[in-house]
C-alpha cells in the first residue's frame, strides 16, 4: 500500500513538472541578432524584441517630423537606433536607391527626380506639409499676388517698395536644387519658372535664419518652420497659407511626405513606418509638429502634380 502510495506522489510530481515546462517553454521576445525581425503593435510598442538601426535621410522638410517621431520610437524600443539625416529630398532618393539608407525622405515624387529608379522604390505617404514663401518681418507686407511673387523671385521686382513695403533691396534665398521644398515651390508657387540667384543654402534652419537676420530677405519654408515671429509667412492673392486652407485645395503651396524604401521594407523599416502612419502619431505629432495628417486632405495630387 505504501509502494502504491509513492508510486502516485511520483506520478504526480512527474506531470506537474511537464507541465511547468509547456508553459515556460515560449517566449516573445526575439532573438536580439534579428535586426527587427519582430512584429509591433500599431503604437510602435515591439510584441517582441526589436533591435538593430535604421539610417534614414533626405527632405528637411520632414526632419523635425521624422526626428521626433524616431525619438519616441526609439523611447519604446531601447535596442533599436534610428539616425535621421537631412540633406534634401534628391540626397535621400538618391541614397536610397543606392541602398546606403534604410529610408529616404522625399517632399516630391520620384518620378519626378531625373536619374532615380522610381521603378525600385516603394512609396510610403506619411503627411502633407505645407510651403510659403517667408520674408523678414521688417519688409512691411504679409500678402502678395501670385504674379508679384513670381516677378520677385525672377529678379524682375527688386525692391520691397515696389509692393507696398519698405524701400529695401529684396534679397533671395534659395534652396539649391536637390531641395525638394525647392522643387515644390518652383512648381506650384513659380509656376515652374527659375528663380533668379542669390543665397544658396542646405538646411531650411539655415534659410529660416538668414531670413529672420537680413533686412529685406525673402525666401520658402514648409509650415513647420513657422513657429515663432522671426519669420512672417506670406499669403498669396489673399489666402492665408494655412492647414485648413491646404487641406480644401485654396493654398496651392504643399506636398506629400514620402519615406521611400528600395522595395518593400525590411522588419525594422517597416515597424517604424507603421509608427510613423499610426494614429498615435498622425494625431498628435504629425499636427505638433506642423504638418497634416494625410486623412484630413479634401484633395489628392499626383506626380504630374494634377488636383483633384
Not at 520677385?152 to 529684396?170: A, M, P
Not at 518593400?264 to 513606418?273: D, G, H, R, V
Request: proline share 4%; aromatic share 6%; with cysteine.
Amino acid at each position: 500500500m505504501k509502494n502504491a502510495k509513492k508510486i502516485s506522489l511520483l506520478l504526480i510530481l512527474a506531470a506537474l513538472m511537464v507541465f511547468s515546462a509547456a508553459c515556460g517553454g515560449t517566449s516573445n521576445t526575439a532573438d536580439p541578432g534579428t535586426n527587427g525581425s519582430s512584429n509591433t503593435d500599431t503604437n510602435g510598442t515591439a510584441t517582441e524584441k526589436l533591435s538593430g538601426s535604421l539610417v534614414i535621410s533626405g527632405s528637411s522638410a520632414m526632419q523635425p517630423l521624422v526626428a521626433a517621431a524616431a525619438e519616441e520610437f526609439m523611447a519604446k524600443n531601447p535596442d533599436v537606433d534610428v539616425q535621421v539625416n537631412a540633406g534634401g529630398s534628391g540626397t535621400g532618393l538618391s541614397q536610397v536607391a543606392e541602398g546606403s539608407v534604410d529610408i529616404g525622405n522625399s517632399d516630391v515624387f520620384a518620378e519626378e527626380k531625373e536619374g532615380i529608379p522610381a521603378d525600385e522604390l516603394v512609396d510610403h505617404k506619411v503627411a502633407v506639409v505645407g510651403m510659403a514663401a517667408a520674408v523678414n518681418p521688417n519688409v512691411g507686407i504679409n500678402d502678395i499676388s501670385k504674379e508679384d511673387l513670381i516677378k520677385v523671385f525672377t529678379g524682375e521686382i527688386t525692391n520691397w517698395k515696389d509692393l507696398g513695403g519698405k524701400d529695401q533691396k529684396i534679397v533671395l534665398v534659395n534652396r539649391p536644387d536637390s531641395s525638394g521644398t525647392r522643387a515644390t515651390f518652383v512648381k506650384y508657387a513659380l509656376d515652374d519658372k527659375t528663380p533668379a540667384e542669390g543665397v544658396t543654402e542646405d538646411s531650411s534652419n539655415t534659410v529660416k535664419k538668414i531670413i529672420s537676420e537680413t533686412e529685406g530677405a525673402i525666401g520658402y519654408l514648409a509650415f513647420s518652420y513657422f513657429t515663432d515671429d522671426s519669420v512672417t509667412p506670406l499669403s498669396v492673392d489673399g489666402v492665408e497659407p494655412t492647414d485648413e486652407n491646404v487641406q480644401k485645395g485654396k493654398f496651392p503651396i504643399w506636398a506629400y511626405q514620402h519615406s521611400y524604401t528600395k522595395g518593400e521594407p525590411n522588419a525594422l523599416a517597416k515597424a517604424f513606418i507603421d509608427y510613423m502612419m499610426s494614429d498615435e502619431i498622425q494625431t498628435t505629432l504629425v499636427k505638433d509638429q506642423g504638418y497634416i495628417p494625410g486623412s484630413k486632405m479634401e484633395v489628392e495630387r499626383d506626380a504630374q502634380g494634377n488636383m483633384k
